[in-house]
């Protein structure tokens, strides 16, 4: 039988915060100057002057700090690609157990193999003519169906969903796909070639406009979109895409083969729809003006006729002569079965004769009819005819030219909240100086105001014809004034009762005696 060995409780047991300091300074002795050469990534400039980053090559990475005091001191400015070399000293960070280099210098040792990779492949697709402005297709004004390339399972799609069901509801189709890693590239491209494959009509609606879209994050997360075949795959898509890659300082090489850039995907979904509510009302302002036009066109036409038709006589008043000159000729007629056979003869020639009379009258009034017509001739009505045309055309296109400016009036519509909160600001500092002003002209109201020396135990000395006294030369003896005090009033003569002795006043308690002061003009001395 063997015992066991009981573990030594001799040895010390270290609390987390001993280690991980103990650890620090260890460190911190061992390699307390580090010469350190690679590339820099996740640059971020701390609102508080710090900058934190990350240095790596193809193998490792440590993250890195430069307090703010060095950060004045650099050399160059720490950027996303860049290669550097930089001293300091390696510490660790006790809260979240990471080891990172403290940076005091920093130089560049040159551009840094990504960025000089996708400069190198930039430089042969433009080369290529893909970046050109010209190969770049306009976007659909009224798109009914919108293609979005994304991860199902990120914010982007909700926002991108929220903005196009708020400004244009229209049928939504998602490619889901990964956005980063190694097969995003090749998801990606995949996606934009099967919507660019769906045939229009089909059981599978076709993407009017493609979005592609991601969220922010650094060089590394966003290389997929640098890939040489995604950039030729986007550049020969027949739907015309938007790139929304990424934040708005974040640049990949698909932004400049797309046909427009986002700089958000909640911009992207802006850029491809319009403002329903903006475009309805729009329409209905079109709407009004085109039937106001027409009403008044009408009306000047009603117009017309009616001035015309004021020229020409009524058919009564022309029929009105010969029908009464027929009557008085019938009513000394006998009638038919009276008439004997001459009489009959005689009756039937001078129907004959007015048959005769009737036709040539028929005739002179068509003889004139046509010396009026003959100065009418079709080129009116055709002239006529040709500038109602011209009218419409030009109505037509001012309608076209008004339809092209609407995503102008929406960018206008986008600037208003800007524009009305620099109003606002306006308006609340000029309130501000406005309010200074009242309570300026206050102040002074209070200090010229007659009545404040009152409060200070003053009183006011009013004359026999309600004057006041400003000077004791104004008063004579015996005069009775009115002393006017903050609450009350009384009655008091000068130099007492008139024409009595002054009566003596009573002994005043003993005061010290006052310093001795230099006499001054403006004293007033006593009123009584």
């Excluded at 390699?31 to 193998?59: A, M, P």
Aim: proline share 7%.
């Amino acid at each position: 039988m063997t015992d066991t060995v009981a573990p030594d409780s001799n040895a010390q047991a270290y609390s987390v915060s001993e280690l991980a300091f103990a650890l620090k300074r260890t460190l911190e002795d061992r390699y307390s100057f580090v010469r350190l050469r690679g590339e820099l990534s996740k640059v971020t400039h701390h609102s508080n002057g710090h900058v934190y980053l990350t240095i790596k090559d193809d193998k490792a990475a440590i993250d890195g700090v430069v307090w703010k005091g060095n950060v004045r001191q650099l050399q160059i400015r720490p950027e996303h690609g860049l290669e550097v070399i930089v001293t300091g000293k390696i510490t660790t960070y006790p809260a979240g157990s990471r080891y990172q280099i403290v940076i005091e210098t920093m130089e560049a040792a040159g551009v840094g193999a990504l960025l000089a990779q996708l400069e190198r492949l930039k430089g042969k697709l433009q080369a290529e003519g893909l970046f050109a402005p010209d190969r770049k297709r306009p976007l659909p004004l009224m798109p009914a169906v919108i293609g979005v390339i994304t991860s199902p399972t990120g914010a982007v799609i909700r926002d991108i969903l929220h903005r196009i069901r708020d400004r244009w509801p229209c049928r939504v189709l998602v490619w889901p796909c990964v956005v980063q890693g190694d097969a995003a590239a090749g998801q990606v491209s995949a996606a934009i070639r099967g919507f660019n494959a769906i045939a229009p009509g089909g059981a599978v609606p076709r993407p009017d406009i493609l979005i592609v879209a991601r969220g922010g994050g650094s060089v590394e997360d966003l290389w997929a979109f640098n890939d040489e075949g995604l950039a030729r795959t986007v550049a020969e898509g027949a739907i015309p895409l938007i790139s929304a890659v990424g934040h708005e300082t974040d640049t990949t090489l698909i932004d400049f083969v797309s046909d427009r850039r986002a700089p958000t995907p909640t911009a992207a979904a802006e850029m491809a729809t319009p403002v329903l509510a903006e475009l309805r009302a729009l329409v209905s302002d079109y709407d009004r003006r085109l039937n106001t036009c027409g009403g008044r066109a009408v009306e000047e036409r009603r117009t017309r006729l009616t001035s015309a038709a004021r020229g020409l006589p009524r058919p009564a008043d022309l029929l009105a002569l010969a029908q009464q000159r027929l009557d008085l000729a019938v009513r000394g007629l006998p009638r038919l079965d009276d008439l004997t056979a001459p009489a009959e003869r005689r009756f039937r020639e001078v129907a004959a004769r007015l048959d005769a009379a009737l036709q040539r009258n028929t005739d002179i009034h068509a003889r004139d009819l046509l010396k009026v017509t003959a100065r009418l001739s079709p080129d009116t009505l055709h002239r006529q005819r040709a500038d109602c045309g011209r009218r419409v055309g030009d109505l037509t296109r001012r309608l076209d030219l008004a339809a092209r400016r609407v995503p102008e009036r929406v960018a206008q519509h986008a600037r208003l909240p800007a524009l009305q909160e620099r109003m606002n600001n306006c308006a609340t500092r000029r309130l501000e100086r406005e309010a200074d002003r009242l309570v300026a002209l206050d102040k002074l109201r209070l200090s010229l105001n007659p009545t404040r020396p009152l409060e200070l135990g003053f009183a006011l000395v009013h004359k026999a014809d309600g004057g006041i006294a400003r000077s004791a030369s104004e008063l004579v003896g015996g005069e009775r004034v009115r002393l006017q005090f903050k609450l009350g009033e009384r009655e008091a003569v000068i130099d007492g009762e008139a024409g009595a002795p002054a009566r003596p006043a009573p002994p005043a308690p003993p005061r010290p005696a006052p310093k001795p002061k230099t006499p001054s003009s403006s004293d007033q001395g006593s009123l009584f």
